[in-house]
């Protein structure tokens, strides 16, 4: 089954300060997704990748795919205390079913 | 919009009790999940169907059953609760259209202690 790692764990930065949290998966991606989760909280749908090289924003927050290192990243610019949460990446499996597979999640906080 | 509901938001039951966990959606998704999410160890998936009437497992479906009656409900149902299955529960749904399709729309989770 494919399993996917994520690094750090937890992170603890400054506001304004700039982060980056990555994925990486033991199998090929086929599709790489990121979702934020407030604190007791459902998850909340970010960006989804698709292709090799692909890279996406959404507000201060970019993704990155690396396909052949099986492999995306997240960066946070200027950081906002609104940043702060848990961060999982999702890989989509070879059926149609959209099942995915999550990481461990990162726990971001972001302090004043 | 209401999106997706799940009910309850928190329930504590005793070893060997049965409940069901509640999950509707209004989206007109034919794609439905159940996560479970244990403290450190990210979600994992319990069981998913991809219409009315149709069920599947998921990782970890041992100690649950579901059924599909409608494309709106997805009802999740703890048989013999164990102290192990003391998670918080999302349900998920989807459009299911296209092959990539992984933006799931979540409830707000159900929170389970099992004593």
């Known amino acids: 089954s494919q399993e996917l790692e994520q690094s750090p764990q937890s992170l603890i930065v400054q506001e304004g300060k700039n982060l980056t949290i990555n994925c990486t998966s033991s199998?090929?991606?086929?599709?790489l997704y990121w979702y934020k989760q407030k604190y007791g909280e459902g998850l909340i749908f970010l960006m989804m990748?698709?292709?090799?090289?692909e890279e996406k924003s959404h507000e201060k927050i970019t993704a990155k795919l690396d396909e052949k290192k099986q492999q995306s990243s997240l960066h946070i610019t200027a950081s906002q205390p609104s940043h702060a949460g848990i961060y999982l990446c999702?890989?989509?499996?070879?059926?149609?079913?959209?099942?995915?597979?999550f990481g461990t999640g990162t726990r971001l906080q972001v302090t004043l | 919009n209401a999106g997706v509901t799940q009910t309850p938001k928190f329930r504590i039951l005793k070893i060997g009790q049965s409940m069901t966990l509640q999950c509707a959606q209004d989206?007109?998704?034919?794609?439905m999940y159940w996560y479970r999410q244990d403290p450190g160890m990210g979600l994992k998936l319990i069981y998913y169907?991809?219409?009315?009437?149709?069920?599947d497992k998921g990782e970890v479906p041992n100690g649950y059953n579901v059924s599909r009656s409608t494309t709106e409900d997805f009802p999740l149902r703890l048989e013999l609760a164990a102290p192990s299955q003391t998670s918080v529960y999302f349900c998920?749904?989807?459009?299911?259209?296209?092959?990539?399709?992984?933006?799931?729309?979540f409830g707000e989770g159900s929170r389970l202690t099992v004593l």
């Open positions: 199998k090929t991606l086929y599709g």
């Open positions: 999702g890989a989509a499996g070879t059926g149609t079913a959209s099942k995915l597979t």
């Open positions: 990748l698709q292709k090799g090289g």
């Open positions: 989206m007109n998704h034919n794609y």
């Open positions: 169907s991809v219409g009315a009437g149709i069920t």
């Open positions: 998920a749904s989807s459009s299911g259209r296209g092959r990539y399709t992984g933006e799931l729309f």
